[in-house]
């Protein structure tokens, strides 16, 4: 089974801050690997796709990048609606492990 | 506009089998790349992904729980069920269904969930 691991589990920022998210998997996953965000009392919502494609609606704030096994989620400047938990997942035709997920907090 | 729904018991018993109904609007699992899926979210915890059904009947089970997992689809009735045989407390979590396409290979909308607690 292939393992995603994520770092840091939580990070604390001020509004306008870069935030960085990395993910790494325990084996060559190529680019085949997802970014979710999830606030609480609410389903997981759809950030990025293929590492590094935007999701249609997503602000241009995020992006993705990375190959085979180690990938970033960028937040370039944090909004106060982006304080939630991050995920990334392998894909779904990789049976789609997901990360432990990295808590976004307000410093 | 493509919508899901979870639907089941909200508790369940040690031992027993748990069954959960994904009834989906705005799309078809006989139109080529579609699949649904289930996740599931312990309190406080992670995501954890459970099982996939493609349009082409193709199944996809999470290696740690494959033997005790099922997942049908009704294409005319715009359903995935997914069963959970031998449930136990750690298995207490959010359960969601959500719509997936080859061409993204992720979760792109999902349902509400429904919580299951399993408890005596």
């Known amino acids: 089974d292939i393992q995603m691991t994520q770092s840091p589990s939580s990070v604390s920022a001020s509004v306008g801050d870069r935030v960085t998210i990395t993910c790494r998997a325990s084996q060559g996953i190529s680019s085949w690997l997802a970014w979710y965000q999830q606030k609480p009392g609410k389903a997981p919502k759809l950030l990025i796709y293929a590492a590094s494609s935007l999701q249609s609606g997503v602000p241009s704030r995020f992006s993705g990048s990375g190959s085979g096994t180690d990938f970033t989620l960028t937040i370039s400047s944090l909004q106060p609606e982006d304080f939630a938990t991050y995920y990334c997942?392998?894909?779904?035709?990789?049976?789609?492990?997901f990360g432990g997920g990295t808590k976004v907090e307000i410093k | 506009q493509i919508t899901l729904k979870e639907s089941g018991p909200t508790l369940v018993k040690p031992t027993q089998t748990l069954t959960l109904t994904c009834t989906f609007s705005g799309f078809s699992l006989s139109t080529s790349g579609v699949g649904v899926g289930w996740i599931r979210q312990p309190p406080g915890k992670a995501l954890e992904w459970l099982a996939l059904?493609?349009?082409?009947?193709?199944?996809r089970y999470s290696p740690s729980l494959k033997s005790r997992l099922t997942i049908t689809k009704d294409t005319s009735k715009n359903q995935v069920v997914l069963t959970m045989t031998n449930m136990d407390p750690v298995d207490t979590a959010t359960y969601y269904c959500?719509?997936?396409?080859?061409?993204?290979?992720?979760?792109?909308?999902w349902g509400q969930g429904t919580m299951v607690t399993v408890s005596s």
């Open positions: 959500a719509h997936s396409h080859i061409a993204v290979d992720a979760f792109d909308i």
């Open positions: 997942q392998q894909a779904n035709s990789f049976l789609g492990a």
């Open positions: 059904i493609y349009w082409d009947d193709d199944k």
